[in-house]
Nanobody, 122 residues
Framework: QVQLVESGGGLVQSGGSLRLSCAAS????????MGWFRQAPGKEREFVAG????????YYADFVKGRFTISRDDAKNTVYLQMNSLKPEDTAVYYC???????????????WGQGTQVTVSS
């Protein structure tokens, strides 16, 4: 199994940047598609970004395109989410997750971290 631990959340001013990290266990990390989700107060959890294993392909939700960048370092078993031009509406708990196929569907992700809080002030 894969264990995931997020870090890097915090309080940022609108327009600022933050880099989230997700450390994953296991020698099979590179076989998984890694995704980032977020859940804002009073809202359902939503897909943010994903990164396919091996090929390195990435995909993003429309509301973060051009602002967020997902990347991964398989040698370090770590996936990152670089968040630039942050807006107050980006405030949420951010979760990393692992899936066995390329997907943006929450239920298809098998492993989840505990989340890290990102707060963007106006």
């Amino acid at each position: 199994q894969v264990q995931l631990v997020e870090s890097g959340g915090g309080l940022v001013q609108s327009g600022g940047s933050l880099r989230l990290s997700c450390a994953a266990s296991g020698r099979t990390f590179s076989r998984y598609t890694m995704g980032w989700f977020r859940q804002a107060p009073g809202k359902e959890r939503e897909f943010v970004a994903g990164s396919k294993w091996r090929a390195g392909g990435t995909y993003y939700a429309d509301f973060v395109k051009g602002r967020f960048t997902i990347s991964r370092d398989d040698a370090k078993n770590t996936v990152y989410l670089q968040m630039n031009s942050l807006k107050p509406e980006d405030t949420a708990v951010y979760y990393c997750a692992a899936a066995q196929s390329v997907t943006v569907v929450e239920r298809e992700y098998d492993y989840w971290g505990q989340g890290t809080q990102v707060t963007v002030s106006s």
